[in-house]
């Protein structure tokens, strides 16, 4: 798994690729929140490039979408592939994210 | 001719990837479609991890974790072994898939997940060994038979003219449709009064329950109503937990859960 964080002017953007299991999700997990403890808050996390993601890696989401959100913040996800997209439906977690079918709208949509 | 394929891993989150690999292999190699095998590597490492974060960590070893994989007649079997203290998953909560994003629990989904990937999964403890047997059927080795709806959820009317309708076995997200087919076809048959005998179905998801609940409201709306008879102890927790025991009707036999619909 690899990530690219990359500072927007009003976003972060967090770009993974690779697989998100259980060995990687921790390293996802520091880096959000390396960010939201640096005060940002508005987050996209940019899935396109993920072919794999497991229920430790939906865990690290969750859990950075609620500290964003109660600090009046918001964690959006660009584009995921079908497969990850069937993952987050299992989870029940597809009508709980604001989810673009690309980059620049999740970006643009804050 | 059965094939049968083993590997071996340490259990460390580092080896959980080849045993993923491993698994997808030899789902592939059986003939299963893709989505199958994406599905049956996501169950291997949601329940390698569990062995590995709850049953070796928890008491700071680093056991083996062995998995064997067979081709049998219509289905692919996926049986992981490990050595770690008995640890009974059929035990967990459901996890509350409806609930806002505030109240999730980030954790809690693997073992959920592994009953929805899989067709049907078996806990057993077995000369001192954790095993799970995971299948998924097999489209290329002949038909898993496939029971119609009809057979699948026997009907029949009381002197009253309550109509009963009893599933059994598991009603999750693939069956779940099917039983709420089965329901639709006894409300468009004119039975609005229906008590759902529950004594052979041992899970149910949120599949099942949404399928209960949209019969529910069509039911009422038509002046009659679902009531549940005999639910198991684990089935019971579900509708408790969803807060679904106060939609419908809990009772313990059919007879009363007649009388609960006048």
């Known amino acids: ?110 | 001719m059965p094939q049968e394929r083993r590997f071996i891993l340490q259990g460390a989150l580092a080896h959980v990837p080849e045993a993923c690999q491993f698994v997808r292999e030899s789902a592939r190699l059986a003939g299963l479609s893709d989505k199958q095998a994406d599905d049956c590597e996501l169950a291997t490492e949601e329940w390698c991890t569990n062995i590995i974060e709850h049953g070796y960590g928890k008491h700071g070893v680093q056991g083996r974790i062995e998995i064997v994989c067979q081709t049998l007649p219509s289905v692919f079997r996926i049986t992981i072994y490990d050595e770690s203290p008995p640890f009974d998953p059929t035990t967990l909560p459901a996890p509350d898939r409806s609930a806002p994003l505030t109240d999730r629990q980030p954790g809690g989904l693997g073992w959920f997940f592994i009953q929805e990937l899989m067709d049907t999964v078996q806990y057993e403890y077995r000369n001192g060994r954790n095993t799970l047997i995971m299948t998924q059927h097999n489209p290329n080795i002949g038909e898993q038979p496939r029971p119609e709806p009809e057979s699948a959820f026997p009907a029949r009317t009381l002197a009253n003219g309550v109509r009963v309708v009893t599933p059994s076995g598991r009603i999750d997200s693939t069956t779940g449709r099917q039983f709420e087919a089965a329901l639709s076809a006894q409300l468009e048959a004119g039975f609005n009064r229906i008590v759902v005998e529950m004594q052979t179905v041992n899970y149910i998801s949120s599949t099942g329950l949404k399928a209960l609940l949209s019969a529910q409201r069509r039911a009422q709306a038509q002046g009659g109503g679902i009531a549940l008879a005999a639910l198991t102890r684990r089935v019971r927790e579900v509708f408790e937990m969803s807060g679904f025991d106060t939609i419908f009707t809990l009772a313990n036999a059919t007879d009363e859960a007649a009388r609960a619909l006048g």
């Not at chain 1, 960010?35 to 794999?52: F, K, M, P, R, T």
């Open chain 1, 1 to 110: 798994m690899h990530i690219s964080v990359s500072e927007m002017r009003r976003v972060t953007l967090i770009e993974v690729s690779g697989r998100v299991d259980s060995l990687s999700a921790t390293k996802l997990g520091e880096a959000l929140n390396e960010q939201i403890d640096a005060g940002h808050i508005q987050l996209v996390i940019d899935l396109s490039n993920v072919e794999y993601i497991s229920s430790a890696g939906l865990r690290e989401i969750v859990s950075a979408a609620k500290k964003v959100r109660s600090s009046g913040g918001d964690l959006r996800i660009a584009s995921p592939s079908q497969r990850v997209r069937d993952v987050l439906q299992l989870a029940g977690l597809l009508e709980l994210f604001q989810i673009f079918p690309t980059q620049v709208e999740a970006v643009g949509s804050f």
